[in-house]
């Protein structure tokens, strides 16, 4: 049972890293989180293929958040799970704009290596991102900047330091 719990606790870590991935467009973080024999159809298997599709996905993202929800995990056996992941997503890249989702994610999981306490590392098998809807929005980044805490509307400090964020704000303004 305790052996269960932390597994568990694993597969939501890797859930959640994985969010950070995105959001710090890390495609070799990303990459680290699937099994090395992972098949992502037509960019291949493997860790250059995670990152083939990362580049394609995230080649021009100038945000990403991924706020995760409602994930459900049933085993299989000891070494591999199923889950599914409700999340909402808040991303804008270069082509498309800004926009909002809400994905389902439903995830096989595996255990890659257990290390000498016994805590195993667990990855993705498959993770298949099924969108629900995708709504185009008005992009927050052109705001002004909060300075929090004095005011609570604007883009914050970790945006206003973001290098893909500086570059979409240096345009908007060359625009204008």
């Known amino acids: ?54 580049e394609t996905t995230m080649g021009e993202l100038e945000l990403g958040i991924i706020l995760v929800t409602n994930h459900r995990i049933k085993f299989i056996n000891d070494v591999r799970a199923e889950g599914e992941v409700w999340a909402r997503c808040f991303a804008q890249n270069a082509s498309e704009g800004y926009y909002e989702q809400v994905i389902k994610y439903v995830d096989t999981y595996r255990l890659s290596s257990v290390d000498t306490s016994g805590i195993g590392a667990w990855k993705f098998e498959k993770r298949k991102h099924l969108l629900y809807f995708g709504e185009g929005k008005e992009s927050p980044l052109v705001q002004d900047p909060a300075n929090w805490p004095s005011s609570n509307i604007g883009v914050g400090e970790i945006l206003i330091d973001d290098p893909d964020v500086q570059e979409f704000r240096k345009n908007q303004t060359n625009r204008n």
Do not use: C, H, Q
Request: charged share 30%; aromatic share 10%; glycine share 6%.
């Open 1 to 54: 049972m305790l052996a269960r719990l932390i597994a568990k606790e694993s597969i939501r870590d890797l859930v959640l890293d994985y969010s950070s991935a995105v959001a710090d467009k890390d495609t070799e973080f990303m990459s680290s989180l699937f099994v090395d024999d992972a098949d992502f159809g037509p960019y291949g298997k493997g860790p250059d293929a995670i990152k083939r599709l990362m």
